[in-house]
């Protein structure tokens, strides 16, 4: 029978006759197609085919095949019509059980993706990693369940546009030459208008391979599109029978008999099934594939080592354009090749990647050993997601694009997602963008394969993994020698999971070999990752972070991969580099050194953004480890808190040389085990502080700041506030700042330039030994400008508002007491903090500058604490006999201290028990720890009679001032006296009297 149908594009209908076909028949035709129709609206006009039958091939103009026509299954061939806005509707109905309802096919519709009764627990088609296993329990349910299968294919070529819904189809064609263009399924744009094929999803379908190609090569029989250039307008769209992004109806795809991974070719023999062909995609020989687009359904593309293929995307050497919208995907492959992206590449480059993700779940994997078609098992470390990867080439630049959804991608030693890797070669470089607040993303890189075969892990997000180098000459030249792959990242929303992301690892152990250059940019978003990037052949690497958080969660997860043990959040080995964070946070990172951040680069800058709670594990830099000799750090308004270092800077370790700026901004709360609790500063490293504070750090020497020789702190004038040494701590000596012995030529420095506009606050800091505000070596090797007292904010000092000084506050039986500021009277070495309970005297540096100029000391030994001069109030009661007692109350005089009221009570004694003054004997009493000023004593506890007015009884009171020696004792005398007949006791009276 030869049937001539034409449908044009306004819906009329016009019928011409070949082979003498009745127009009765046609008639019946379109009305079975129209009659069916009704039951699925959306679809329109739709026509049912009939895969069991025999093979169904479209093409522009021609069909050929099985079709439902006059209630019967009825072959067609060449017939002409166009099918722009009909719906091929494909069933499998090898018993003619099809009457017109597709509910007629309901036994061979029943679900197979179920894990219910399934005997070894395989999840199909649902993020399975294991492809084995999953196409055989496919097939095990199939058959239990009495599924038909065919060996029949179906096959579109279009100029405009087609739509088939695949309804359970289970084909077991497959094709197993490299340089295939036909898989169970496949299509062939032929034109350079708009070529689009959708593939309806409805129940659980089955192919050993899908074969999609556009580009500019020909097929047999005639080109497949012009030749200027590259057909991108062509696209192979996946969606779901229930509408954009549901997961129902799903595609499983992989070799067909997973029990007989190879076939016979007639001209190589036995050869893998889907051997250099993607499994869903290209072949060898028709390699690109743009626009493979999934907009819906549950989709499986697995491939086994044998293949030596790509699951989704270009074919061997090809490019994959691949855009996933919404359903749920999982790729599986064990090659050169990507799960998802650009084709493999043997001894050419593997294929570029234009991935884009904008929303559904997909899982990727890529296993990393495969064997070649002799059995023999080789490596090279490929991406799950993105470009093709080499054994022997560089690969081509790719980019990966993620806007929305869920995606899971892990590779065994290659970047899970990003540039394809290579067996000898450089990386390639990877462009990855990645948006969109609902975003979620987990990415590794894992180690693995044999015991003949180890496979290290690499990086998780970036440039490809570079090779073992070996190369030489021209391939040299053309490939390099093994280099990580470079990479642009840009982030600016979503939820990050990954180990390292950034350039590529390297596989040679050339020490000379570098992961791959990057320019990383981070908006916004949640980040769980290391950034690692180092010079390599490009200009200067650079990490720029505005906003978003980077969570180093992942440190202590052996699933997520740090190439790099220093650098907890960033690692950049390029001397001229640039870290620059101007926003978000980075917390809860933790590294050997640098628990943040780790670079060699030139310039480093954090700009309102916040680095807490990281952790140098082993070394030096809680926050920022800077290790390039002369880089340049500006810190302005950053929040710096609660980082731990193991060794030196528990904030910052600055590397010789190196110069920091600093205004505004708090760095509070750093510890270092050993030197520095904000900063360490290196040989000649120097520090500016405009304003800002250092505050409540600690560390064994150098709470606030350590400075090895020839390093300075300045402080000057700034424009920005005041600035604020104050509450550091440390455990041995120089609670606020340490100087660390230099040399006579390059002493190390602490310079104060003070002046109207010039505000600071130091004071508060605590050193368990000695030194509870700053520490200086002295002999001549350190120099200090000792900052005015009179220039200081001292708004927040702890310790009641007396007139402050710079005190001496050795430790005891310091050797370098003599070279210092003292007396040089060993007996006399003592903590300021000691003169609390002694009325001996400290000493004030300067004592009298009038005749000590201030300059005099500023290459001594100095151990030095701000506070006041403290008095020692006594206060001497004589006639008290035993078991007597009188109170005193104590009161400061002045309205500018908040000093609280106290009370001393003196109890009688003997008379040998007394202390003899002069020849009178007394009962003494001594407050200390108190600010130099005028004290009122009042005596309580008594019935008063004043001797200077007897016709009074009040309290006798004494005002003085204590801020002299001479002014520090109290006087008063108990005497007996005859008051007649007005006695105020029972007893002898008692009458107190102030001694003159």
Not at 155 to 162: E, F, I, M, P, R
Not at 707 to 712: P, V
Not at 717 to 737: M, Y
């Amino acid at each position: 029978m030869c049937l001539s149908i034409k449908k044009e594009m306004n819906m009329k209908n016009a019928i011409s006759h070949r082979c003498g076909t009745a127009l009765l028949a046609v008639f019946l035709f379109l009305a079975a197609g129209l009659r069916l129709s009704a039951q699925i609206p959306d679809y329109g006009q739709v026509y049912y085919w009939n895969l069991s039958k025999g093979n169904i091939n479209f093409t522009p103009g021609t069909a050929e095949g099985y079709i439902w026509l006059n209630n019967q299954w009825t072959y067609v061939d060449n017939s002409t019509y166009a099918l722009t806005d009909a719906v091929m509707w494909i069933v499998l109905d090898p018993d003619n059980r099809f009457n017109g309802d597709l509910s007629s096919l309901a036994d061979y519709q029943r679900p197979v993706t179920t894990t219910s009764g399934n005997s070894n627990g395989v999840n199909i088609v649902n993020n399975s990693g294991d492809v084995a296993a999953t196409l055989k329990e496919w097939k095990r349910v199939a058959e239990l369940q009495g599924r038909p299968s065919t060996d029949h294919w179906i096959s579109v070529a279009c100029n405009v546009g087609y739509s088939i819904v695949l309804d359970n189809i289970w084909s077991t064609y497959q094709e197993g030459s490299q340089g295939s263009t036909q898989g169970g399924l496949s299509f062939k744009p032929q034109s350079d208008q708009p070529c689009v094929l959708n593939v309806v999803l409805k129940g659980d379908n089955r192919f050993g391979n899908i074969f999609y190609c556009s580009h500019a090569l020909q097929y047999p029989g005639g080109p497949l599109v012009p030749s200027s250039g590259l057909f991108e307008q062509a696209r192979l769209i996946f969606k779901s029978y229930k509408g954009f992004g549901s997961t129902e109806g799903t595609l499983t795809v992989g070799n067909i008999d997973p029990d007989a991974r190879y076939l016979v070719d007639p001209v190589n023999g036995e050869v893998p099934m889907n051997f250099y062909n993607s499994v869903i995609g290209g072949s060898d020989s028709f390699e690109d594939s743009y626009g493979i687009q999934i907009d819906g359904g549950t989709i499986y593309a697995g491939a086994q080592p044998e293949d030596v293929c790509t699951a989704i995307g270009g074919g061997g050497n090809g490019i994959g354009a691949v855009t996933i919208n919404g359903g749920q995907v999982t790729a599986v492959t064990s090659s050169t090749g990507t799960a998802i992206g650009g084709g493999i590449g043997w001894t050419e480059k593997g294929g570029k990647a234009i991935v884009t993700i904008t929303g559904g779940d997909v899982y990727a994997y890529n296993k990393g050993l495969l064997r070649n078609y002799e059995g023999d098992i080789h490596y090279v470390p490929a991406a799950a997601i993105g470009g093709g990867s080499s054994f022997k080439r560089k690969c081509e630049d790719s980019s990966v694009t993620i806007s929305g959804g869920t995606v899971y991608a892990e590779s065994v030693g290659g970047v899970a997602i990003g540039g394809g890797g290579s067996g000898f070669a450089d990386g390639g470089k990877a462009t990855i963008s990645i948006s969109g607040a609902s975003t979620k993303i987990w990415a590794k890189s894992k180690s693995g394969g044999t015991a003949s075969h180890p496979i290290p892990a690499g990086t998780s997000i970036g440039g490809g993994t570079g090779g073992i180098g070996g190369l030489t000459g021209d391939e040299l030249a053309d490939n390099g020698p093994g280099n990580g792959g470079d990479c642009e990242f840009s982030m600016t929303g979503g939820t990050l999971n990954a180990g390292s992301v950034g350039g590529g690892s390297s596989n040679n152990p050339d020490p000379d070999i570098t992961i791959g250059h990057a320019v990383v940019n981070i908006e916004g978003g949640d980040i769980r990752a290391q950034f690692v990037m180092a010079k390599g052949s490009r200009d200067h690497c650079e990490f720029k972070m505005s906003g978003g958080t980077i969570e180093n969660s992942v440190i202590n997860d052996p699933e997520y991969h740090l190439v790099k043990n220093d650098g907890g959040a960033v690692w950049m080995n390029d001397p001229d580099g640039k870290v620059s964070i101007t926003g978000g946070t980075i917390r809860n990172c933790k590294a050997s050194s640098g628990g943040a951040v780790y670079t060699t680069g030139g310039e480093v800058t954090v700009n309102g953004a916040t680095i807490t709670e990281c952790q140098a594990s082993n070394e030096n830099g809680g926050a920022i480890a800077v290790m390039s000799t002369g880089a340049a750090v500006t810190l302005s308004n950053a929040t710096v808190t609660k980082n731990t270092a193991h060794v030196n800077g528990g904030a910052f370790f600055l590397s010789p040389n190196a110069t920091v700026t600093i205004t505004g901004g708090r760095i509070s709360g750093n510890t270092a085990l050993q030197n520095g609790g904000a900063f360490y500063g290196s040989e000649g490293s120097k520090i500016t502080m405009l304003s800002g504070s250092i505050e409540d750090n600690s560390a064994y020497d150098g709470g606030g700041v350590y400075l090895a020789s020839d390093a300075k702190l300045t402080y000057t004038t700034g424009s920005a506030g005041t600035g604020f040494i104050r509450r550091n701590h440390a455990s041995n000596l120089g609670g606020g700042v340490f100087l660390a012995k230099g040399t006579t030529t390059a002493k190390t420095q602490l310079e104060f330039v003070m002046n109207s506009s010039t505000s600071l606050g130091f004071y508060d800091n605590i050193a368990e030994v000695g030194a509870d505000d700053i520490y200086a070596f002295g002999e001549g090797t350190t120099r200090m400008t000792i900052p005015s007292v009179n220039g200081m904010d001292l708004g927040g000092y702890s310790l009641f508002g007396a007139t402050l000084q710079w005190w001496e506050d050795y430790q005891v039986d310091d050797p370098r007491y003599g070279v210092g500021t003292g007396q040089g009277d060993p007996a006399k070495v003592r903590r300021y903090r000691a003169s609390r309970d002694t009325v001996e005297p400290i000493w004030r540096v300067p004592r009298d500058p009038a005749v000590t100029p201030l300059s005099s000391f500023e290459e001594k030994y100095l151990c030095l604490t701000l506070g006041f001069e403290y008095g020692t109030l006594e206060i001497r009661r004589s006639g008290l006999e035993p078991r007597e007692n009188a109170i005193y109350k104590i009161e400061f005089v002045g309205t500018s201290l908040d000093r609280p009221t106290q009370y001393v009570t003196i109890l009688g004694t003997t008379e040998a028990e007394k202390t003899v003054i002069d020849g009178v004997a007394w009962n003494i009493a001594r407050v200390g720890f108190l600010p130099q000023g005028r004290y009122k004593v009042t005596e309580l506890n008594w019935t008063w009679y004043n001797a200077n007015d007897p016709a009074t009884s009040t309290p006798l009171v004494i005002e003085q001032d204590i801020s002299t020696e001479s002014g520090r004792v109290y006087l008063f005398k108990n005497t007996h006296a005859d008051l007649g007949d007005t006695p105020l006791h029972d007893e002898e009276l008692k009458v107190n009297e102030l001694i003159p």
